[in-house]
């Protein structure tokens, strides 16, 4: 069986060397979830996936199937859904800057 450059098998470290296990490169986990690369590190870092670094730190990391449907709801959950807009209130008038004023602004 061809396996592509982005997806492996190998035997998932939680399970031990029961059975292979499928997974996917985080360019193809990008490409599926049609999200960044910084993203989804930055999603792995917060724990909302998991991955699998084989090789220890620095090294390539592999992403288990199921964590495309786990980066799609958290990305729906980041991202709502558009609506009717909600009614604007009375704009702002802006807030002065805090501390004295520049020098150069004394003759203004």
């Not at 098998?9 to 490169?25: I, K, V």
């Not at 979830?33 to 996936?49: D, E, F, H, P």
């Not at 699998?52 to 288990?64: E, I, L, S, T, V």
């Amino acid at each position: 069986m061809a396996e592509s450059a982005n997806e492996t098998d190998f035997a998932d470290p939680g399970q031990g060397r029961s059975g292979p296990g499928r997974y996917l490169t985080i360019q193809a986990l990008s490409e599926l979830t049609t999200c960044s690369v910084s993203t989804l590190r930055r999603l792995k870092k917060a724990g909302v996936i998991v991955a699998f670094q084989p090789g220890g730190k620095r090294h390539r990391m592999f992403f288990p199937i199921d964590a495309v449907e786990s980066v799609r709801a958290a990305t729906a959950a980041a991202d709502p859904s558009p609506g009717p807009p909600s009614p604007a209130g009375p704009a702002e008038a802006p807030r002065p800057l805090r501390g004295p004023p520049a020098k150069w602004m004394a003759g203004l």
